[in-house]
């Protein structure tokens, strides 16, 4: 079962660029109900930017829309984030989430440290 999530991939890009992100989990992904990403801009609440659920289906933020995508590898117990075109208003800290329930259906987040992504113009 997944405990923890841990992400890498960050860094500095300019205008136009990509980054893929990587969130690697303690366990198997199979288990999850859904694992996402989010960010958070400074003095901006964390948001939703894109969900991949355990049949598969992927739920993107419209900003992100036709620019990033999410895909997940199970056999590494890794979710991707592939962001490209980067836009200035893509820097935030990006981070991880794996979204499960226990036995008797309570809530479970793991949300990983995150990792900062700065788009330059």
């Known amino acids: 079962q997944v405990q923890s999530v841990e992400e890498s991939g960050g860094g500095l890009v300019q205008v136009g660029g990509s980054l893929r992100l990587s969130c690697s989990a303690s366990g198997s992904i199979d288990s999850v109900y859904a694992m996402g990403w989010y960010r958070q801009a400074p003095g901006s609440q964390r948001e939703p930017v894109a969900v991949i659920v355990r049949g598969g289906g992927t739920h993107l933020a419209n900003s992100v829309k036709g620019r990033f995508t999410i895909s997940r590898d199970n056999a590494k117990n890794t979710v991707y984030l592939q962001m490209n075109s980067l836009k200035p208003e893509d820097t935030a800290v990006y981070y991880c989430?794996?979204?499960?329930?226990?036995?008797?259906?309570?809530?479970?987040?793991?949300w990983g440290q995150g990792t900062q992504v700065t788009v330059s113009s």
């Open positions: 989430n794996a979204e499960r329930y226990s036995v008797v259906l309570d809530r479970l987040d793991y």
